[in-house]
């Protein structure tokens, strides 16, 4: 196996020093690293920042069932770019991922693919229909060992079998992810519900669809005593609501994603379905809100929800167009620009909500770690000083709905190694079995 000395790096964007990485962890740092380097391939690290793997609790990678938008291979080749190292696969694919053996499969697929760890998310009702429990324990068992349980792309409404989910879960110290959509009030919703909605005329999605399932949520993991993960939260009053929840006890995480930390409704004016997305992009309060609640802790994490769509399924008019937008090879970007540039957030804040916090709530070993000796070497390194346009043709995602296009963004993934393995060197991905 290839060893590695990464010279002049900075550790979560402290002090520049050496990092010798060698049998698939971190072996020596500072002087040390460089003594024991003597036969390693020598990166250039100067002035990079280096972090632990990234983590993504929210990937869609669309296989099985959809492999025009997106395959295990393509969608993880795009994490690694992304500076991931593992990544929960959504369960919405076809078939849906509600039995041990679909799961298995994706989570061989991801194996096989070697770009970056998969952990297959296993639905929590069968079909996604809302209404029986998938057989959660048998997934749980799995080679996958799922851990992450969501029906995401629908809520589970029904009160009664959310409850169900929760208390079932604690069994093997699962966590159910709730995409918070009530159903009723965001029929034939296509957009976020206010002013913009209403000059367009457009059917809106009011917040309080999503705040309503949030506050219920809370009330439920706090009733058996259970833990909630709010997915893709993206309102102030969600925000408020999980705060309350917290300062409770109240066993609940929250996820935020790149987009909703960056974009708003103004941008449905001009009718790209690159923008439509659920929840839908919110208002400017609400970008700030949710800011504020990733720099004070109440929102845990980032996740992308990487959405890939197919072209036929996105180049349509607004209201036919499909819900998503891709986010693994632009979310640090983001992340940089909305948090750490703006003084909100610094390196070693990131490596949290990016890194430790997804693997300890997804319940990942071996990721999200301290860059420490005898760590494994799951590790990004980061240009923070470039910066890019986005040319979604260029991407290693195989779908171009990203709603950055055409937006220079700051920051470059230079390196991303897996267990000491370098999955992506000088901004490009290594195929597997070349070594330099
Ligand atoms: N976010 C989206 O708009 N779409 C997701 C589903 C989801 O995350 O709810 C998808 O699977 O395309
Ligand atoms: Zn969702
Ligand atoms: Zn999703």
């Not at 629908?154 to 009664?160: G, I, Q």
């Not at 750490?340 to 990131?350: N, S």
Request: net charge negative; glycine share 10%; charged share 20%.
């Amino acid at each position: 196996m290839t060893t590695y000395l990464l010279t002049g790096a900075r550790p979560l964007g402290g002090d520049p020093t050496d990092v010798l990485i060698a049998d698939g962890v971190v072996a020596a740092m500072g002087a040390d690293a460089r003594r024991g380097g003597a036969d390693a391939v020598v990166v250039d690290a100067t002035g990079l920042v280096l972090l632990p793997g990234l983590v993504d609790l929210h990937t869609h990678l669309r296989e099985p069932g959809r492999e025009d938008a997106e395959t295990v291979e393509s969608g993880t080749r795009a994490a690694a770019l992304g500076g991931f190292t593992a990544v929960h696969a959504m369960a919405n694919t076809t078939p849906t991922q509600d039995t041990a053996g679909v799961v298995e499969q994706v989570w061989r697929l991801g194996r096989d693919a070697g770009w970056c760890d998969v952990h297959p998310v296993g639905a929590v009702t069968v079909g996604l229909a809302g209404e029986r429990l998938a057989e959660l324990s048998a997934m749980a068992r799995s080679a996958a060992a799922v851990r992450v349980f969501s029906d995401d792309g629908k809520c589970v409404h029904d009160p009664v079998v959310m409850r169900r989910a929760l208390e079932y879960v604690k069994a093997f110290d699962g966590v159910v992810a709730q995409h918070a959509q009530e159903p009723r009030l965001t029929e034939g919703a296509q957009m976020h519900e206010g002013v913009v909605s209403a000059e367009l005329g457009l059917t809106g999605w009011p917040a309080v669809a999503e705040e309503a399932i949030v506050a219920r949520d809370v009330l439920l993991a706090e009733h058996v005593g259970s833990r909630l993960h709010v997915l893709h939260l993206s309102t102030a009053g969600s925000v408020e609501i999980v705060r309350w929840a917290k300062a409770r006890g109240i066993d609940v995480t929250a996820e935020v994603t790149p987009h909703h930390l960056m974009l708003t409704d103004d941008l449905v004016r001009g009718y790209d379905p690159r923008f439509k997305v659920n929840p839908p992009l919110r208002t400017a309060e609400d970008v700030e809100a949710v800011r504020q609640g990733l720099a004070d802790g109440t929102i845990d994490t980032v996740g992308t929800d990487h959405a890939p769509h197919a072209r036929e399924d996105k180049d349509c008019e607004w209201g036919a167009a499909a819900f998503g937008m891709t986010g693994l090879e632009t979310a640090l970007s983001v992340v940089q620009a909305t948090m750490v540039d703006t003084g909100r957030l610094t390196w070693a804040d990131v490596a949290r909500v990016m890194s430790a916090a997804p693997a300890r709530i997804g319940r990942v070993a071996g990721h999200g770690r301290p860059i420490a000796v005898g760590e494994p070497a799951n590790l990004t390194l980061v240009d923070p000083a470039a910066r890019r346009v986005v040319v979604p043709e260029e991407q290693a995602t195989a779908s171009v709905n990203s709603p950055f296009a055409g937006r220079e963004l700051p920051g470059r993934v230079v390196a991303t190694f897996l267990r000491g393995r370098a999955t992506v060197l000088d901004g490009a991905p290594v195929e597997r079995g070349v070594h330099v």
